[in-house]
């Protein structure tokens, strides 16, 4: 079964900490990988996309990583700031299809 | 580019009336548009994709008759929600995908990009 599936469900950390998202997938074939970012009320902002040759992949204080081997995805957030309180999505796209499978996202809340 | 917009951002309504929602791709012809749904706390739902010109295939367990959707041409598709009822109040939020995006990928489909949504309430 095609499946997304995110770790931690939430997240607190106080500003200028680090933290890491997980994401694993059951999707096959593969094509991609984004992590998107959604802000409350607003939607999906891409973050990163990655496709099945790439390891890692950054985006500012943001840095992707992924490991089509063992199907993980992490998400690694340098230097929290209040303005990355959000949730964080992992999406996979199916090797073909149009259809996006999306797993439940990490909401993540920064605290002074 | 790939920028995709939706009108309007928030709307209230009261039962029994329809509302409709557009959504627009700015800058690439948009062949394919998806609709989803989000409820609080929770991940994007996808609704129904809509192929310009064509009937849209809604997914399992989504009234066609209830949530109408048209994509007459390759910058535009609108989702009516007909007869609303308060639990359909949601969160809607629109991709779109196509040629000229920047997003071309293997097996000639598309990256989709999200428009910013619809927050629906109906009373």
């Known amino acids: 079964k095609n499946q997304v599936e995110q770790s931690p469900q939430s997240l607190i950390i106080l500003e200028g900490k680090n933290c890491t998202l997980q994401?694993?997938?059951?999707?096959?074939?593969?094509?991609?990988l984004r992590w998107y970012k959604q802000d409350t009320g607003r939607g999906p902002v891409s973050l990163t996309i990655m496709t099945f040759s790439e390891n890692t992949k950054s985006n500012g204080r943001y840095t992707a990583t992924l490991d089509a081997d063992t199907k993980q995805s992490s998400l690694h957030i340098t230097a929290s700031q209040l303005s990355d309180s959000a949730s964080y999505i992992c999406v996979v796209r199916r090797g073909g299809y149009n259809k996006l499978i999306f797993g439940a996202g990490t909401r993540l809340a920064v605290h002074p | 580019g790939a920028v995709v917009s939706q009108h309007p951002s928030r709307v209230i309504c009261k039962s029994g009336t329809s509302v409709k929602i557009e959504c627009r791709s700015l800058d690439f012809q948009a062949t394919t548009m998806f609709w989803y749904r989000q409820f609080p706390k929770k991940s994007l739902m996808l609704m129904a994709t809509s192929n310009e010109g064509s009937k849209a295939t809604y997914e399992q367990g989504v009234e066609k008759d209830k949530f109408l959707i048209n994509h007459a041409s390759l910058t535009l598709s609108t989702l009516t929600v007909t007869s609303a009822q308060p639990e359909d109040s949601s969160f809607y939020i629109c991709s779109a995908s196509g040629r000229g995006a920047g997003g071309d990928l293997a097996g000639g489909t598309y990256e989709q990009y999200f428009g910013p949504g619809t927050r629906l309430t109906v009373t």
């Open positions: 994401c694993n997938y059951t999707v096959s074939p593969f094509s991609n």
